[in-house]
Structure formats: structure tokens, C-alpha cells
């Protein structure tokens, strides 16, 4: 059994930041690829930001320059550095993790961007 939980979401004013995070805990030989995906009400879902387990990151467009991705492997942790938010970056968050052969998903943690 593996299992994620997320943390950091808020309300945040426009041109702030906001940290979230993903712990992953349980039965865990090996960790792969970790990533970052949102969903905004009433859109699809979208990958945010990826990094790999020799620490390869890749963003969407929508968020370079301003979003960062890093991992520590050993408290088994991902986490998404938000900078400059817009009203648009509103959204549930949801980490995303590769373990032992097999994906899985945090709940997500909702991060609001307003005045």
C-alpha cells in the first residue's frame, strides 16, 4: 500500500507564492518519476511539472519560469515551488508519483489565487 499526502495549498493574493508538498509513504522498493498536475473547476486535467529520478524537470508552458519542481529522495518528498500566481493558476493540485511499477495520486490540495 502506497499513499500520498499533499500539503500547502491556500489563498494567496495575485504576485504571491506558495509552496506545496507530497509525502509518500508505505511499502516502497523504488521511486521513479514525480510530478505536479492541476485541475481547475469545470477544466481538464493538466501536468504542471515533472521531475524525473535522476532530477530532469520538465513544465508546461503555461507555468516556466515561475513554478519549480525538486525532490528529496531521502524523506521521499516532492515539491512544487509556485512563484508570480495568477488568478488562472487557481486549482486543485495533485502530486503524481511512479512507485515500485505502478502510478499513483494524491487527493490534491486546493490553491486559490485571489484578491
Known amino acids: 500500500q502506497v499513499r500520498l499526502v499533499e500539503s500547502g495549498g491556500g489563498l494567496v493574493q495575485p504576485g504571491g507564492s506558495l509552496n506545496v508538498s507530497c509525502v509518500v509513504s508505505?511499502?516502497?522498493?523504488?521511486?521513479?518519476?514525480m510530478g505536479w498536475y492541476r485541475q481547475a473547476l469545470g477544466k481538464q486535467r493538466e501536468l504542471v511539472a515533472i521531475i524525473t529520478s535522476d532530477g530532469s524537470t520538465n513544465y508546461a508552458d503555461s507555468v516556466k519560469g515561475r513554478f519549480t519542481i525538486f525532490r528529496d529522495n531521502a524523506k521521499k518528498t516532492v515539491y512544487l515551488h509556485i512563484k508570480s500566481l495568477k488568478p488562472e493558476d487557481t486549482a486543485v493540485y495533485s502530486c503524481?508519483?511512479?512507485?515500485?511499477?505502478?502510478?499513483?495520486w494524491g487527493r490534491g490540495t486546493q490553491v486559490t489565487v485571489s484578491s
Open positions: 508505505g511499502s516502497i522498493f523504488s521511486i521513479y518519476n
Open positions: 503524481y508519483v511512479e512507485v515500485n511499477d505502478s502510478c499513483y
